[in-house]
């Protein structure tokens, strides 16, 4: 049998999921696998500052402790952002708050209000009243990701039963890393469509978005995907209606929750 030590270092270059795995196999390899050299290195690099940043102090006795804290959501940031470890892979998620995000007029009661609601994870979320120029933009530093991974960047939020005008003309949504826009596609913002129906508006209107039911009661729309190489970059997302001039409202905005796909 391999000391020790050499157990966790062997154990450090597989996965989080290899590691929980390797209990089941063996009970002999549960202090190997308990070690803090095996969960130093599954846990992100710049993991003190959120420990530092978590709104929640976080309690922890060991290195696995807090990787498994950190697969729950953590509030961060001042209560504006929440980060999540993806437990398989160790691979960083966040969700941007909707305070974290640039909405045009956002800031006037007349055309949005922000409020709480029970079943939003931060203390406010933006209401659109009235618009007709429907403009969100949110960004992130390529470098608050894991390195070299595919992610998925998606609208949270959700469609009132008094909206109105929101789904008379799609929205563009775009997504572009440093200068270069990496995809482009349109939505129409209205609660989940029949396979039928969005078949018939794929055809008619070319790429189109997708308006979906997340798990947490929410609807999502993918924003676009792109890669988080070795550089920092800014990843910078939109939703825009700004062609229709017709007043739109019931739109409510959780945030944009940026998480791996592979």
């Given at each position: 049998?391999?000391?020790?030590?050499?157990?966790?270092?062997?154990?450090?270059?597989?996965?989080?999921?290899?590691?929980?795995?390797?209990?089941?196999?063996?009970?002999?390899?549960?202090?190997?696998?308990?070690?803090?050299?095996?969960?130093?290195?599954?846990?992100?690099?710049?993991?003190?500052?959120?420990?530092?940043?978590?709104?929640?102090?976080?309690?922890?006795?060991?290195?696995?402790?807090?990787?498994?804290?950190?697969?729950?959501?953590?509030?961060?940031?001042?209560?504006?952002?929440?980060?999540?470890l993806e437990k398989s892979s160790g691979k960083k998620s966040?969700?941007?708050?909707?305070?974290?995000?640039?909405?045009?007029?956002?800031?006037?009661?007349?055309?949005?209000?922000?409020?709480?609601?029970?079943?939003?994870?931060?203390?406010?979320?933006?209401?659109?009243?009235?618009?007709?120029?429907?403009?969100?933009?949110?960004?992130?530093?390529?470098?608050?990701?894991?390195?070299?991974?595919?992610?998925?960047?998606?609208?949270?939020?959700?469609?009132?039963?008094?909206?109105?005008?929101?789904?008379?003309?799609?929205?563009?949504?775009?997504?572009?890393?440093?200068?270069?826009?990496?995809?482009?596609?349109?939505?129409?913002?209205?609660?989940?469509?029949?396979?039928?129906?969005?078949?018939?508006?794929?055809?008619?209107?070319?790429?189109?978005?997708?308006?979906?039911?997340?798990?947490?009661?929410?609807?999502?729309?993918?924003?676009?995907?792109?890669?988080?190489?070795?550089?920092?970059?800014?990843?910078?997302?939109?939703?825009?209606?700004?062609?229709?001039?017709?007043?739109?409202?019931?739109?409510?905005?959780?945030?944009?929750?940026?998480?791996?796909?592979?």
């Amino acid at each position: 049998m391999l000391p020790e030590d050499c157990l966790s270092t062997i154990l450090s270059f597989t996965s989080p999921e290899d590691a929980f795995r390797s209990l089941l196999v063996s009970l002999t390899f549960r202090s190997a696998i308990d070690s803090d050299i095996v969960w130093e290195r599954f846990l992100p690099s710049d993991y003190p500052e959120i420990v530092l940043s978590s709104v929640t102090p976080l309690k922890f006795s060991s290195r696995k402790e807090l990787f498994q804290r950190l697969c729950d959501p953590v509030l961060t940031d001042g209560g504006n952002k929440i980060f999540k470890l993806e437990k398989s892979s160790g691979k960083k998620s966040y969700i941007l708050s909707s305070k974290e995000l640039s909405i045009t007029w956002s800031s006037n009661p007349l055309y949005w209000s922000w409020i709480s609601m029970a079943e939003s994870r931060f203390s406010r979320v933006a209401v659109l009243r009235t618009t007709d120029w429907l403009e969100i933009r949110g960004n992130i530093r390529t470098q608050m990701l894991t390195p070299n991974s595919t992610y998925g960047a998606y609208l949270i939020m959700k469609i009132s039963e008094r909206a109105y005008g929101l789904d008379l003309m799609p929205s563009e949504i775009t997504l572009e890393v440093g200068n270069q826009q990496v995809s482009s596609s349109s939505v129409f913002l209205q609660h989940q469509e029949s396979k039928k129906l969005m078949e018939m508006r794929k055809s008619i209107e070319g790429n189109q978005g997708i308006v979906r039911e997340r798990e947490d009661g929410w609807m999502e729309i993918e924003v676009g995907e792109f890669f988080s190489g070795e550089n920092d970059e800014e990843v910078k997302m939109s939703l825009m209606e700004v062609k229709g001039c017709h007043l739109k409202g019931g739109l409510v905005i959780e945030g944009i929750e940026v998480r791996p796909k592979d």
